[in-house]
Structures are given as C-alpha cells and as structure tokens.
C-alpha cells in the first residue's frame, strides 16, 4: 500500500498523546480507523512502531528512530507547501537620514522595475549605523568613517557639505558660507547619527556654543527656530525641505563619503549586490530636482 502524510501524522500523534483514544480524538476520527493506520504503516516499514503491551502506548526502538524521521518529513512537507517560502525575504535597506538623497525615488523606482521579487524596504533609524549591527536591517547608506566591527562597506561616493542655516538670517543672505561664519553661532550637533563634530573645526577657531539633539527631526528644528546652525551633505536638501531652513555651500568643509555597509557573514542577503550595483548606477544619472531653500 502506498504510504501517505496522514500514516506520519497519525504515527506522531499517538506517539505524543500515548493512547489511540487521544490521539483519535486529537485527529477528529475513529479509534479503530486510527489502529488500521497505524497497522498500515508498520506493515509498510515491516518493523512494529508501538508497544501495545500497556495500557499506555510506548514506542520500540525503531519507532523512536522513525519519530525523529517522521518530524522532519513533516516539517519539510509544511515548509514546502507554505506559500510564503515561494517569495523572496525583502532587503531592508537602513539609513539614518537623508538616504540618498535626490537619488532616493529613482533608485525605489529602478528596483521595483528590475527586481520585483525582492521587496526593498527603506527604513530610517536613528542609529550610527541605521540598525545594521542591531539586525534591524540588511543593508545600510551610511556617511563618514564607520568603525562599527564586523561590517563590510563599499563607498559609492563622496558628498559635498553644506550649511544648514535659519531661512531670513544674515547668514541665508550670503551665496556661499565658511566654518568661520558658522562658529560665530551656536551649532547642532547630532550625536547619534551625525557627521559633523568640533573636529571639523581648528582647534583655536572652534564655535563656542553647541547643541546637542538625537535625531535629525530634532536637529532640524533647532534650525528652523533660529536656535543653531548645522552642517550636513548636498543629499539632505533633497528629502528635507522645510520653509524655515536654507542650504548654502559651505566652500572649506571636506566632502562625506558615502558608503553601502552589511553584517560580514553567511548571512548576508543574496540581493545585496545587486542593490550595491544599482545604487551606482542611479548615482550616475540624475537625481530628482532640488527643491527650493530659502
């Protein structure tokens, strides 16, 4: 007789119930049906499965063999059948704040064309390293130095920085910005997630007032209540537009690098480097238009 699930669902569940009584009443069916089941199966094996010696059931040696037999082709049965196995996991994509800027919808948009099968989820988290070394996400955009151990990182650019300054101010009057005209107010500093320190001054001419926020939503509006000054990439503008905010150049600032970084491991998702190839290729075409600061 050919041997079905239903002979290793009924096997197991007079193992773990240990009565045909329970086990039928388990599987919503008759006792003597279950006990020609399980006759089947033995005859099938040639082996006796169960001892019926007891009131109790026990298993022989062999049927303690076939259990562990019986679960596992059982579980690869479920996981075969289940529907959710047939699609692929998505690749979180992590950021802590401006993702790629201008380039971010371009880049959404190419993915969904050319990798349909892969949902890629864009995920902000206010974190030095966007959630990655947490296993919050697969993949990150991160920028400046990432010291975090076990990464891998691959630079995809280098970003100009700009001055981030109250829309109506002196300083938003002028086409172009220095240091010097920043640290003559007090500045933001994420210390979460930012990029900017007082390193990014010399020592002897550094601002004499900071703020201290934890997130970019914080940074901003110390901003835009003529609070502080800040200093980010060329990407910010792009996703961060706000009425009381201006951007200007900031002409003797170094540039930020930016840069995908993923957990090293086997773990790693198999889409990575495909979105490490087309995160270059949507950075060399054009980016959605800036919009207008103050």
Known sequence: ???????????????EEGTITRAAARLHTGQPALSRTLRQLEDHLGVRLVDRSTHHLELTAAGRTFRDRAVAALAA????????????????????????????IPLLRRWDREHPEVPLELRRIDDRTAGLTRGEVDVALLRG??????????PLAAEERVAVVPAGSELAAREVLTLADLATRPVV??????????????????????????????????????????????ATPRLH???AIAYRPLADAPPVPLLLAWRRGA?????????VRLAR??????????????
């Open 145 to 154: 130095e990432v010291t975090a151990p076990g990464l891998v990182t691959d």
């Open 189 to 234: 500093l994420n210390t979460v997630a930012g990029t900017t320190t007082l390193d990014l001054w010399p020592a002897d001419a550094r601002p004499a007032t900071t703020i201290e926020v934890a997130n970019t939503d914080e940074w901003l509006t110390a901003i835009a209540a003529g609070r502080a000054v800040g200093i980010s990439t060329s």
């Open 77 to 104: 049965v479920d996981a075969a059948l289940d529907p959710a196995t047939l699609t692929a996991p998505p690749l979180r994509l992590g950021h802590p704040w401006p993702a790629l800027g201008g380039h971010t």
């Open 241 to 243: 537009e706000h009425p």
């Open 267 to 275: 773990s790693v998702h198999p889409a990575v480097p495909a979105l």
């Open 1 to 15: 007789m050919t041997m079905e699930l239903r002979h290793l669902r009924a096997f197991l569940a007079i193992a």
């Open 281 to 294: 290729e949507v950075l060399a075409g054009p980016a959605d238009p800036a919009p207008a600061s103050g």
